[in-house]
């Protein structure tokens, strides 16, 4: 079935870093893909997302690529802030062809902690 | 719009008792999910209905779970009985489409 294989961290990293937290899948069909993110205390709330292969979702200075050669959506982020501190999810859709279905298949989470 | 609304937001009950977790999804969308969230299992979904009707049940961990959405703005998580492992952040999550809004969790913890 299909799968979300992130880095499980914990990520440190120094306000201003740059971030890279990897992500590969594995599906049957062809898949959204998805970054969620979870701040202390609160829900997941959608990132970013990029529905075929090549789009690249952005979203508050996070961008992700959708690579198809590669089953990856890598999240990234030039500088990041303590702000930033959160669980991140990768996440793909279960769809397949003659209807829709939109669970989501998510990665385990990768907790980021941003330190000034 | 109010987003995904959740209750309670905190639950302390002890073993064999009854839990009922309640949730209201956005306004127009048509799909539910159910999901608790612990540390050793991580995010794990239980079940979702499309339109009110149940159409994945099999992560609903055994026969004391059972969920219900008696009409398009009111789904209901009931536990019974409880037991100390089902302590958890239980998760309500709407969409229309394939991008699921989060309520922000009900905290529960069976003593």
């Known amino acids: 079935g299909d799968s979300v294989t992130q880095m499980e961290g914990p990520v440190t990293l120094s306000e201003e870093a740059f971030l890279t937290i990897n992500c590969t899948y594995t599906?049957?069909?062809?898949?959204?893909l998805f970054w969620y993110v979870q701040y202390p205390g609160e829900g997941l709330q959608l990132l970013l997302k990029?529905?075929?292969?090549?789009d690249k979702g952005s979203n508050k200075g996070f961008e992700a690529t959708y690579r198809k050669e590669t089953t990856s959506f890598h999240l990234e982020k030039g500088s990041v802030q303590v702000s930033d501190s959160a669980v991140y999810f990768c996440?793909?859709?279960?769809?397949?062809?003659?209807?829709?279905?939109?669970?989501?298949?998510f990665g385990k989470g990768t907790l980021l902690t941003v330190n000034p | 719009d109010a987003g995904v609304i959740q209750s309670p937001r905190h639950e302390v009950t002890e073993m064999g008792q009854e839990v009922t977790l309640r949730c209201k999804p956005i306004?127009?969308?048509?799909?539910l999910f159910w999901y608790r969230q612990t540390m050793m299992r991580g995010l794990e979904l239980l079940i979702y209905?499309?339109?009110?009707?149940?159409?994945?049940d099999s992560g609903m961990p055994e026969d004391r779970f059972s969920a219900k959405m008696p009409n398009a703005s009111f789904s209901t998580l009931k536990i019974q009985p409880s037991e100390p492992r089902d302590s958890a952040v239980y998760f309500c999550?709407?969409?229309?489409?394939?991008?699921?809004?989060f309520g922000p969790g009900t905290r529960l913890l069976v003593l």
């Open positions: 996440a793909l859709s279960d769809r397949w062809s003659g209807g829709s279905n939109y669970k989501l298949t």
């Open positions: 599906a049957t069909g062809y898949p959204s």
């Open positions: 306004s127009g969308h048509d799909y």
């Open positions: 990029a529905t075929k292969a090549d």
């Open positions: 999550a709407s969409s229309q489409e394939e991008t699921q809004y």
């Open positions: 209905f499309n339109n009110n009707v149940p159409i994945d």
